[in-house]
C-alpha cells in the first residue's frame, strides 16, 4: 500500500464511525481523493454506500516550444548579428563569403533591424535574388552566426490525455475490517519499535551529554567504588557513560584538566589490566595512552 493511500485510511479513520463523504471536512481537501478511495475500494479496504467517484479522462494542455533548428518556414525575422556587422567593416575581396552572402548581410546590415524576409530584396547584376536562393543564404548566414532570427512558436506534440479526477460520489464511504486490520498492523508495528531497546538506545542518544560538573562527579562516585586511591582508570568512565562517542568524552575529561579539576596520566604498569581495557586510554603521539584519572 502507498504512503498516500495509508495516509488516506488514517485520516478516515479519525472520523466518526471511520465514515465520511469524499466533500466531508478533512477529506474534501485530500489530493487525488476520488482516485485513492477508487484504489482502497478496489483493494477491499474501504466500501461505498451510494455511487463511486468518477474518473474522468480530460485532454492535456498543448504547450508551445520554440523550434531548436533554423527552418525558414518558422523564421518571422532575421538581423544581423555583432560578427556580422564587423565583418562588413573589412576589405570585401579578403572575406570568404559570396558577393550573394555579403549583399544579404549588406542588407541587413542597412538599418541594424529585424526584418521580415520579404523586406530582404537584393540584386544580383541586373537580376533580383530568388527566394530560394536567398533563404538558402539566410540559413548559411545563421549557421555561421552571422545573423540573427526570431521564429514563431511551434505547437510541441501533446501527450494523448492527462489524467485528472472529478469527484461526482453522491454516496459515502467506510473503512472496512480489512482497512482496520492494516492499520491495526500499523499500529503495532511502531509500538514494537518504541519497546524495543534500539529504540531506548536512539532516545539516548539524542538526549544532551553531560556537562563537566556532571562527568566530575561520575567520576568522584567511580572512584569512590573502585577504591583505587585516586587514580581511576579511565575505562570505567566509559562503561558507565555507552552512549557517549569516545571523541566527545576525550573532549570532556580535557575541559575538565583545562578547568584544573582533573589530571589525566599515562599507564606505566599494563599487566593489572587487559589489552580492551588499555585501548579504552586516550592515545598519544609519544609513550604509553593516557589512563588514570586523577581528581584535583
Same mark, same amino acid.
Given at each position: ?81 555583432? +560578427? ?44 533580383k535574388m530568388s527566394a530560394t536562393d ?23 506534440? %501533446? ?18 475490517? %480489512? ?15 518504541r519497546k524495543s531497546p534500539a529504540s531506548d538506545l536512539d532516545r539516548t ?57 582533573? %589530571? ?9 589490566? +587487559? ?22
Amino acid at each position: 500500500m502507498e504512503f498516500q493511500h495509508l495516509k488516506f485510511l488514517l485520516k478516515l479513520s479519525d472520523l466518526p464511525n471511520g465514515r465520511a463523504k469524499l466533500t466531508s471536512i478533512g477529506i474534501k481537501d485530500f489530493p487525488d481523493k476520488a482516485q485513492i478511495s477508487q484504489d482502497l475500494a478496489n483493494d477491499g479496504s474501504i466500501s461505498f454506500d451510494g455511487a463511486h467517484p468518477v474518473i474522468t479522462i480530460e485532454p492535456a494542455i498543448e504547450q508551445v516550444e520554440t523550434p531548436q533548428g533554423f527552418e525558414i518556414k518558422n523564421v518571422v525575422t532575421v538581423g544581423i548579428a555583432p +560578427t556580422g556587422q564587423a565583418l562588413l567593416n573589412l576589405d570585401p575581396s579578403q572575406l570568404p563569403i559570396s558577393e550573394g552572402e555579403l549583399k544579404v548581410l549588406a542588407k541587413l546590415g542597412e538599418t541594424g533591424e529585424m526584418l521580415k524576409l520579404t523586406e530582404i530584396v537584393v540584386k544580383i547584376g541586373t537580376k533580383k535574388m530568388s527566394a530560394t536562393d536567398r533563404n538558402m543564404i539566410l540559413e548559411k548566414l545563421h549557421s555561421s552566426g552571422l545573423i540573427t532570427a526570431s521564429f514563431k512558436p511551434v505547437k510541441a506534440k %501533446k501527450p494523448a490525455t492527462s489524467k485528472t479526477t472529478k469527484t461526482k460520489a453522491s454516496g459515502e464511504f467506510q473503512i472496512t475490517a %480489512k482497512g482496520q486490520d492494516c492499520l491495526q498492523k500499523l499500529h503495532e508495528y511502531f509500538e514494537s519499535l518504541r519497546k524495543s531497546p534500539a529504540s531506548d538506545l536512539d532516545r539516548t542518544k539524542l538526549s544532551p551529554p553531560p556537562s563537566d560538573p556532571e562527568i566530575l562527579q561520575i567520576i568522584r562516585e567511580l572512584d569512590s567504588k573502585a577504591e583505587n586511591d585516586n587514580y581511576l582508570p579511565i575505562f570505567y568512565l566509559r562503561e558507565r557513560l555507552p552512549t557517549i562517542p569516545r571523541e566527545e568524552l576525550d573532549r570532556i575529561l580535557y575541559s575538565l584538566v583545562k578547568q584544573k579539576k582533573i %589530571k589525566l596520566t599515562a599507564l606505566l604498569d599494563t599487566e593489572k589490566y +587487559t589489552q580492551k581495557q588499555i585501548s579504552a586510554g586516550i592515545s598519544q603521539l609519544s609513550g604509553g595512552p593516557l589512563f588514570l584519572i586523577r581528581i584535583v
